[in-house]
């Protein structure tokens, strides 16, 4: 569900920038707070996961769709929100600049849309309230379907406000709502699943990481997190250089939306203004845009031509690789910069 910059207007793009960085700059204050050295580590190697796990899209099937997670839950549940919201922020900005997932004026609507609903709504209204401690695989499940369905239609529906509030008559507010709202059930119900087995497997190896964050958001001492970061170190790096080229050739369900009613998956690029000054700044930072190498345009049409499945390709393994690397890097830097404020505030 990442936005492109055509759907949007400047005065929307630059509205939500300033509401996302808003809240980062709330979220980091709340870490700063209470800020643990176990959990920068802890949050770097989580956003490395969803970095490489929103590479494999998923088919929805009898639709021609697809969708990947969002991954706002799975880090909600195991990070607590203030965590999970600059974590979440982290790896969009990550995919906009260096991979041209995502436009640059619309980074502000993508982290809104796949940040504040999972982590500030769905989390503490549904799941926080459904999962206590000591609760088994079964309720874990069913709040993360419910929590991750909630979230995605909130963020679907905020996807058709955005661009109705940007004057983009090619997509009528009723019909693309209409398209919206239901394929993003059913990718919620998919990642909901998905949601739910992440929790139950932190849960398995270490059920204290689970119970402290959902008691105080943060790490209780003596909580040792070698092992659940080691794990999913290694799921980064297989998901990410491996299972990414399994990824479904679908277009994803806001793509699919646009299709249905505009004939083509995406708008056309605007020529005027603050976009097309933005998509040049992505042309020079993303080095490996689409997640594969830099190609002509020529080859880059041929290949489209001839797609195959699964897409094996050193580009791909690469993009996620680095991607995870360069995810788990900025986390690391972020986090270390707030305990640096926090000792000086001391």
């Given at each position: 569900?990442?936005?492109a910059?055509a759907l949007?207007s400047?005065a929307v793009g630059?509205?939500?920038?300033?509401g996302s960085?808003?809240?980062i700059?709330?979220?980091?204050?709340?870490?700063k707070?209470?800020?643990?050295?176990?959990?920068?580590p802890?949050?770097?190697?989580l956003?490395?996961?969803?970095f490489?796990?929103?590479?494999i899209n998923f088919?929805?099937p009898?639709t021609?769709?697809?969708?990947?997670i969002g991954?706002?839950m799975i880090?909600?549940a195991?990070?607590g929100?203030y965590?999970a919201?600059i974590v979440?922020?982290s790896?969009?900005t990550i995919?906009s600049?260096?991979f041209?997932?995502?436009?640059i004026?619309?980074l502000?609507?993508?982290?809104?849309?796949m940040?504040?609903?999972?982590?500030f709504?769905?989390?503490?209204?549904?799941y926080?309230t459904?999962?206590k401690t000591g609760?088994g695989?079964r309720?874990i499940?069913?709040?993360?379907?419910l929590?991750?369905i909630a979230?995605?239609?909130?963020?679907?529906f905020?996807v058709?406000?955005?661009?109705m509030?940007?004057?983009?008559?090619?997509l009528?507010?009723?019909t693309?709502?209409?398209?919206m709202?239901?394929?993003h059930?059913?990718?919620?119900?998919v990642e909901?699943?998905?949601t739910?087995?992440?929790i139950?497997f932190?849960k398995?190896?270490?059920?204290?990481?689970?119970?402290?964050i959902s008691?105080?958001?943060?790490?209780s001492?003596?909580v040792?997190i070698?092992?659940?970061?080691?794990g999913?170190l290694?799921?980064a790096?297989?998901t990410g250089?491996?299972m990414?080229?399994f990824a479904?050739?679908?277009?994803?369900g806001?793509?699919?939306s646009i299709?249905?009613?505009?004939?083509k998956p995406?708008?056309?690029?605007?020529?005027?203004?603050?976009?097309?000054?933005l998509k040049?700044?992505?042309?020079?930072?993303?080095f490996?845009?689409?997640y594969?190498?830099?190609?002509s345009?020529?080859a880059?049409?041929?290949l489209?031509?001839?797609e195959s499945?699964?897409?094996i390709?050193?580009?791909t393994s690469?993009s996620g690789i680095?991607g995870?690397?360069?995810v788990?890097?900025?986390i690391l830097?972020?986090?270390a910069?707030?305990k640096?404020?926090?000792t000086?505030?001391a």
């Open positions: 569900m990442h936005m910059d949007l400047p630059t509205t939500f920038w300033a960085m808003g809240i700059v709330y979220c980091a204050k709340k870490l707070e209470n800020i643990d050295e176990r959990m920068i802890l949050m770097g190697v956003g490395a996961f969803i490489a796990a929103q590479m088919t929805i009898a021609g769709s697809s969708g990947h991954g706002g880090l909600a195991l990070l929100p965590a919201f979440i922020a790896v969009l995919q600049l260096f041209a997932d995502g436009g004026l619309a502000g609507c993508n982290i809104w849309n940040g504040v609903y999972p982590c709504i769905a989390y503490p209204l549904i926080r459904m999962v609760s695989s309720r499940l069913i709040a993360s379907i929590s991750v979230g995605l239609q909130l963020g679907a905020s058709v406000l955005q661009t509030l940007s004057g983009r008559s090619e009528p507010f009723s693309f709502v209409y398209m709202l239901p394929i059930l059913a990718i919620g119900l909901g699943f998905i739910a087995s992440v139950n932190v398995s190896m270490r059920p204290e990481i689970i119970e402290s008691l105080s958001r943060s790490l001492q003596g040792s070698k092992k659940v970061f080691t999913f290694i799921m790096a297989l250089g491996v990414s080229w479904s050739s679908h277009p994803d806001l793509e699919w299709e249905k009613i505009y004939g995406e708008l056309p690029e605007q020529e005027h203004g603050i976009a097309p000054a040049q700044v992505q042309d020079k930072t993303a490996l845009p689409g594969n190498f830099k190609q345009d020529e880059s049409t041929k489209k031509g001839g499945w699964p897409a390709g050193a580009g690469v680095i995870s690397i360069m788990l890097g900025i830097l972020l986090g910069g707030i640096i404020l926090k000086r505030r």
